[in-house]
């Protein structure tokens, strides 16, 4: 393929992510009902600002499930108008994810068996439907995603010290905001003693997040602020709407034997699947899908470093750290633009030799994420496949495809980068 052919393609994966950041947008400004997470922080914002941050837990349109810190470091957001704010909120998720692009882009292309890498200009294409989600709804997973690439990719780097620093201090604020990156904060500590300044970005990071709150009440109004954090996190429950896509509300769906009301369906209650686990024994299946999780992740995290090349280990460290939450939205799942952009490698390697087996696997894994809205199937129908969580069994797909592919790759070739790490 010519230099020229390449161009072209990134560009058109460049039109396609703007348009898409752009749907969501304006569904975000225009439809009714739309930025609702948004609305939520904006609340939050407004509440510093006016001095009434001590009811960002008690006075909110929504339960406010973020860090106290949260409400603090972007308070400077609500001094703008609501829709104004809401805007300029999407631009810079607009810029997030144009950088998440480059990054995945430099990744691939660094790595010796990626030989497609312009086609990661299409990774907004691969995860549309979360992505037009979380710009919707006015989330912050694009913010996330981009660190999290961010500071997965730097620490293969040599670089600056205070570049480090800056990176691995935001980061650390976005991932205790929202806790499901968390787990990530640990690389720095498990894999190698040389990224000091990453270690003390982190510190400084939680240090900050977490004081915050301080600037403008004394520490027992600050303790009465965590205790606040913590009892809307454990009063969220396990949502059972289909919008909750985790393995744990996929249980009370389908095997539960409960009458849901499920938002999409209009006020009534409906039955689905069979009786077949009490409450008990759905929260130990539950704790254990959660805990082997944890432990699968930890084990990836540590040893898988020492066995597959970067790329891959990135993509499958991003992909795993929300899987063991029993709240994982829609959204969520753009932390899936990493897997499919590994695993649409493998599909066109594997269509030059006439093998279209996982042309046809990619196909269905992106469909079944991204195809299956209301718009496109019907309320019923798509109802129906989201009450089985299919966004989390496309992503497992992927994330073990990634996985199988990495695990092929390192049987024949040693990741030369692995080794440089973990001789470090």
């Not at 954090?229 to 985790?246: C, F, R, T, V």
């Not at 009534?268 to 999780?293: D, N, P, V």
């Amino acid at each position: 393929m010519s230099t020229l052919d390449r161009r072209k393609i990134e560009s058109l994966g460049w039109i396609i992510s703007m348009i898409i950041c752009l749907c969501g947008t304006l569904l975000a400004v225009f439809k009714n009902g739309a930025g609702a997470d948004f609305n939520v922080f904006y609340h939050a914002w407004n509440l510093v600002l006016t001095q009434h941050g001590s009811e960002i837990y008690t006075n909110s349109p929504d339960r406010f499930l973020y860090a106290p810190g949260f409400a603090w470091f972007f308070s400077f957001l609500a001094l703008l108008p609501f829709k104004a704010s809401l805007v300029f909120w999407s631009a810079l998720k607009f810029v997030a994810i144009v950088f998440s692009i480059k990054i995945l882009k430099n990744l691939f292309k660094e790595s010796p068996k990626q030989t497609t890498f312009f086609f990661c200009t299409f990774a907004c294409l691969w995860v549309i439907r979360p992505l037009i989600i979380d710009f919707q709804y006015g989330q912050i997973n694009s913010f996330i995603l981009f660190f999290t690439l961010l500071a997965c990719t730097s620490y293969f780097q040599k670089t600056k010290n205070s570049y480090d620093f800056f990176i691995w201090f935001l980061f650390s604020i976005f991932s205790l905001s929202k806790l499901y990156t968390l787990p990530l904060l640990l690389m720095p500590f498990f894999i190698s003693s040389t990224k000091k300044y990453a270690k003390f970005g982190i510190l400084v990071g939680i240090f900050c997040i977490l004081l915050l709150p301080l600037i403008s009440y004394d520490l027992e109004s600050t303790t009465r602020l965590y205790q606040g954090w913590l009892e809307n996190l454990k009063g969220k429950g396990i949502p059972y709407d289909s919008h909750n896509q985790s393995f744990a509300a996929l249980l009370i769906r389908y095997f539960s034997g409960r009458e849901l009301e499920i938002h999409a369906l209009g006020p009534s209650y409906r039955k689905f699947g069979f009786t077949l686990f009490s409450t008990s024994q759905i929260q130990y299946l539950a704790l254990i899908w959660s805990l082997s999780f944890i432990s699968f992740f930890f084990y990836v995290l540590k040893f898988g470093i020492k066995k597959i090349s970067h790329t891959p280990w990135i993509c499958a460290i991003i992909g795993l750290c929300f899987l063991p939450s029993h709240l994982i939205w829609k959204p969520y799942y753009i932390f899936s633009m990493p897997l499919f952009c590994y695993c649409f490698e493998h599909v066109v390697k594997s269509f030059k030799k006439k093998n279209y087996a996982p042309t046809a696997l990619f196909i269905i894994c992106f469909s079944i994420m991204n195809l299956t809205s209301f718009d496109i199937i019907g309320v019923e129908p798509s109802v129906h496949i989201e009450i089985a969580s299919n966004f989390l069994w496309a992503h497992l797909v992927l994330l073990s495809w990634t996985l199988w592919i990495a695990h092929k790759e390192s049987a024949k070739t040693n990741p030369t980068t692995a080794a440089t790490i973990t001789s470090e």
